[in-house]
């Protein structure tokens, strides 16, 4: 009789709480794909369109500093009720290293504009040179240009969503002076550029 169990592919067990609400903007909506009969004249898989289903739970229970999810729920009562279990809960794991988090129930479009204004609100930070290039090496650069006395790229690894950390030299040889900050990968309005 064959065994079988689970492999061990490098995944170490940790408080669940503990993890961003990464992506979340995925779950804004799911997207439907339906394949509909044709006529004979019609090409045969013709597909109709997006149908976006809106999701019930526009309610969530966060934290705002540092922006973390407990859960969606589909009213702000239901996400109440949860409020004082999700703030104990989250003393147990202060005890064990866990970032102090406070809980409130808000309507997930509040939640994501805090998030936002949390994680673009920092300023410019320079850094050695070390730390950009230790930073340019540790991962594939995501949108990379060095042109002259400019260069930029983004961390392929997001913090939440769109929001990664920004990394730029400007200035060449011993002139030249490297910054990071974090921005939204989708809005180049966020980034740093030539000029601080």
């Not at 540092?66 to 409020?83: G, H, N, R």
């Not at 320079?126 to 930073?135: A, G, L, N, Y």
């Not at 995501?142 to 042109?147: I, V």
Request: aromatic share 12%.
């Amino acid at each position: 009789m064959p065994l079988a169990r689970p492999e061990n592919d490098g995944n170490h067990p940790r408080f669940t709480r503990f993890v961003p609400f990464q992506s979340a903007g995925h779950f804004d909506a799911v997207t439907v794909f339906r394949r509909q009969e044709v006529r004979a004249d019609q090409q045969e898989d013709d597909i109709c369109g997006l149908k976006l289903l809106a999701d019930t739970r526009d309610y969530v229970l966060a934290s705002l500093d540092p922006p973390s999810v407990w859960d969606l729920y589909p009213s702000l009562e239901a996400a109440a009720a949860k409020q004082e279990e999700a703030n104990a809960y989250n003393v147990k794991l202060e005890a064990h290293g866990a970032p102090k988090r406070s809980y409130e129930p808000m309507h997930y479009e509040d939640y994501k504009a805090k998030e936002r204004e949390f994680y673009l609100s920092r300023p410019e930070e320079q850094i050695p040179e070390r730390k950009f290039v230790e930073m340019l090496e540790v991962l594939p650069p995501d949108k990379w240009q060095s042109k002259g006395d400019f260069e930029s790229f983004l961390m392929s690894e997001h913090w939440s969503g769109p929001y990664t950390q920004q990394y730029v030299r400007r200035g060449n040889g011993d002139d030249a002076k490297y910054w990071t900050k974090l921005v939204d990968s989708t809005d180049r309005k966020t980034w740093m550029g030539r000029t601080g």
